[in-house]
């Protein structure tokens, strides 16, 4: 199994900046993409970023040009710069990753508040 921890939430003003992180344990080597998605009160999961393990980045319109999804292989970890944020980006950020052994097998971690309010 996999396990998922986030970390790096908060509160912040509109126009600020967070960044969050995931550390992937356990069995890594199951671990093929890894990504980013939030979930607002009253609407759905949403993807936010997500990325390779070689790298490729893919991102919600929404965010695109504001946050930035990066991974460090050797730490296992997977990063969301956010920048500009807005209010509408108030969320619970979860980190995921799929199985690349098993198909529709994904993780995810436990999530972490995100408020953008002043």
């Known amino acids: 199994q996999v396990q998922l921890v986030e970390s790096g939430g908060g509160l912040v003003q509109p126009g600020g900046s967070l960044r969050l992180s995931c550390a992937a344990s356990?069995?890594?080597?199951?671990?093929?993409?890894m990504g980013w998605y939030r979930q607002a009160p009253g609407k759905e999961r949403e993807l936010v970023a997500d990325?390779?393990?070689?790298?490729?980045?893919n991102y919600a319109d929404s965010v695109k040009g504001r946050f930035t999804i990066s991974r460090d292989n050797a730490k296992n970890t997977v990063y969301l710069q956010m920048n500009s944020l807005k209010p509408e980006d108030t969320a619970v950020y979860y980190c995921?990753?799929?199985?690349?052994?098993?198909?529709?097998?994904?993780?995810w971690g436990q999530g972490t508040q995100v408020t953008v309010s002043s």
């Open positions: 995921n990753a799929d199985d690349k052994f098993v198909r529709d097998r994904y993780y």
């Open positions: 356990g069995s890594i080597f199951r671990i093929n993409a």
């Open positions: 990325i390779t393990r070689a790298g490729t980045t």
